[in-house]
């Protein structure tokens, strides 16, 4: 089975602080995403990475930043959080080697800004 | 731009009753493939069904199936025979280029009533 994991599945942190949010996933997928989720909006992409060190702004790019160093893993950095920042936080992963190329999905961060 | 629309924020279904999950979508690229996923109050999100553009035949997986709709760009859901564990957010999303960029509806919270 695909496995996807996130580091946290809720976080605190405060306004200004420097923040990161970690994917790792187990079954050698190419493809990453970072999704912010809110009540009514769905899921919105933030940035997405289709190869080690390539990265791709998706949405809503705008407070956040990504680095993929390595191909299991997919870090979401929040360089000064705000408030407005507050939500639930997906990863996922996909290959087009699984032929459907569905996404798989962590369990998701609710990362919580004061 | 593509764009999903779900029209339906909430619905209930009686117990072991058929229900079905609105889903449009706007794309002007003729390759393209439809996806639901089902997200509990636990928060993983779980792919439940694929449809591409191409297909022939709409697809079925065990309870679930997609009443697919080219010419009408809808991609509705059916669950036939209700399970009290179907209670759930529901999310249809679309992905045109292979790999990359998908995109997903606000989702509409399912109630299963016993």
């Known amino acids: 089975d695909v496995k996807v994991t996130q580091s946290s599945r809720y976080l605190v942190k405060r306004t200004g602080e420097k923040v990161f949010l970690e994917c790792v996933q187990d079954?050698?997928?190419?493809?990453m995403f970072w999704y912010r989720q809110d009540p009514g909006l769905g899921l919105r992409l933030i940035y997405f990475?289709?190869?080690?060190?390539?990265?791709e702004k998706g949405d809503i790019p705008e407070g956040y930043s990504v680095s993929r160093e390595k191909k299991e893993r997919f870090s979401l950095i929040l360089e000064s959080a705000s408030t407005n920042q507050t939500s639930m936080y997906l990863c996922?992963?996909?290959?087009?080697?699984?032929?459907?190329?569905?996404?798989?999905f962590g369990p998701g961060t609710r990362l919580t800004v004061l | 731009a593509q764009k999903i629309t779900q029209t339906q924020p909430g619905m209930f279904v009686q117990e072991k009753e058929a229900v079905t999950l609105d889903c449009t979508y706007d794309?002007?690229?003729?390759?393209?493939?439809l996806f639901w996923y089902k997200q509990p109050s636990s928060g993983e999100m779980i792919f439940l069904i694929y449809?591409?553009?191409?297909?022939?035949q709409n697809a079925t997986e065990g309870r679930y199936s997609l009443n697919f709709q080219k010419a009408r760009k809808s991609a509705n859901l059916v669950i036939s025979a209700s399970q009290l564990g179907d209670s759930a957010m529901y999310f249809c999303?679309?992905?045109?280029?292979?790999?990359?960029?998908?995109?997903f509806g606000p989702g509409t919270r399912l109630s299963v009533l016993p």
């Open positions: 794309t002007s690229d003729p390759s393209y493939g």
């Open positions: 079954m050698d997928h190419e493809n």
């Open positions: 990475s289709y190869d080690v060190k390539m990265k």
């Open positions: 996922a992963s996909s290959s087009p080697r699984t032929g459907v190329d569905e996404q798989f």
């Open positions: 999303a679309m992905r045109v280029d292979y790999g990359q960029n998908f995109v």
């Open positions: 449809q591409g553009s191409y297909d022939q």
